[in-house]
């Protein structure tokens, strides 16, 4: 049997038929089908079970490496709704002389009221400070479709009959927007496994463009600053946001407290009575009580009443780190990276952000 053959399609690894719980197993009857797909990918596309798989850090950045070695378009992808936890820390070191396009996906979250424009703006500013000069950002929505015509012929466009790689954190979309980007091209439809989970295309998968060249999607690589980590596969579906973000205003007097669930707590520290606007998703439960009561109130109810995560799916609780805040600038957001972020419209409010260590919180120009 040729090694052509011998790839899945779902997420790119070498099809093996010896053993069961090694990467890559799929039955000897899979390898008669026409589209081979491992039983990881069989699972996930039809129960929506997730296995582990083990690749590590290293993996992630010796397929990194290797596409700053090669000519190519380099396609990084980000989430809006966690611009900072989905940036690819490093990237710029890898990308060699390759130009990039940025594409920000999930658009279809964002309240009506943010422009694009000036969306495309920060994300252009951002990123220069991050240590990148994308040629280009377009804002997408994967899931839905939106921009992916355009998206697709600037990609065309500035591939100059190069390879395109895509690539991005585990969580972004890609491979959805993959999906997207092959059915308006040659209209077919979900070549490529996709979830809500961490890490589901394990391997290079080549799709072939014109002229012998391929589009390639790589795998997630996994930033262990996302807050995805610290919940498990059913409470990922909370802190995702599925459908348009609707703000919450919550009116605070000093010395009050908001849990966003067990994942993160917010106090209002001092700047007299104010309103603070909250866009997470949906489905989050926000708690207030007063602040002097806040600790005992988590060490008590964290995982019950204050959930994700649940008590029955974690050891151990997450260890929440407080980070100071003085808001010098009226339209302020305190970003909760991958959770959302509250916006303070005056200056003058004194806050303290508490997330699980290693998770980033940080102030911006309010994005609404």
């Not at 059915?183 to 890490?199: M, W």
């Not at 994942?263 to 002097?292: M, P, Q, W």
Request: hydrophobic share 40%.
């Amino acid at each position: 049997m040729n090694e052509q053959q011998n790839i899945c399609m779902g997420c790119g690894v070498k099809v093996q038929t010896e053993n069961p719980n090694e990467l890559g197993y799929a039955p000897a009857s899979a390898l008669e089908k026409e589209m081979l797909i491992c039983q990881r990918c069989f699972r996930l596309k039809h129960y929506n079970e997730v296995q582990d798989v083990n690749l590590t850090d290293d993996d992630f950045l010796k397929i990194l490496n290797g596409i700053g070695q090669k000519e190519a378009l380099i396609v990084l992808i980000v989430d809006i709704f966690d611009f900072n936890g989905s940036w690819l820390p490093g990237l710029h070191r890898f990308v060699g002389n390759n130009k990039i396009l940025l594409v920000g996906n999930k658009v279809d979250l964002l309240p009506k009221s943010v422009k694009h424009n000036k969306m495309i703006h920060w994300m252009k500013q951002e990123s220069r400070e991050l240590g990148l000069k994308p040629e280009e950002v377009f804002l997408v929505s994967a899931s839905k479709g939106l921009f992916i015509k355009e998206t697709a012929a600037a990609i065309d466009e500035l591939r100059r009959g190069k390879d395109v790689y895509v690539v991005g954190c585990t969580n972004v979309g890609k491979s959805t927007f993959i999906n997207r980007i092959i059915k308006e091209v040659t209209g077919e439809e979900d070549v490529i496994t996709t979830s809500h989970f961490p890490g589901t295309t394990l391997d290079i998968i080549k799709i072939p463009l014109e002229n012998g060249k391929s589009l390639i999607d790589s795998p997630g690589i996994i930033n262990h600053h996302q807050m995805a980590h610290f919940v498990d596969k059913k409470d990922l579906k909370i802190i995702t946001p599925k459908k348009e973000i609707k703000p919450k205003i919550f009116q605070l007097n000093e010395g009050q407290t908001l849990f966003f669930g067990g994942l993160a707590r917010f106090d209002y520290v001092s700047g007299g009575r104010r309103s603070f606007v909250c866009y997470l998703s949906n489905e989050l439960t926000i708690h207030r009580t007063k602040t002097e009561n806040a600790s005992e109130l988590y060490e008590k109810h964290a995982g019950e009443m204050l959930t994700p995560p649940r008590t029955d799916q974690m050891e151990s609780f997450p260890e929440l780190v407080k980070q100071e805040f003085m808001i010098k600038e009226a339209k302020t957001d305190i970003v909760f990276s991958g959770l959302g972020w509250i916006t303070v419209n005056d200056p003058g409010a004194k806050v303290v952000a508490y997330v699980p260590k290693g998770v980033q919180t940080l102030i911006r120009k309010s994005l609404i």
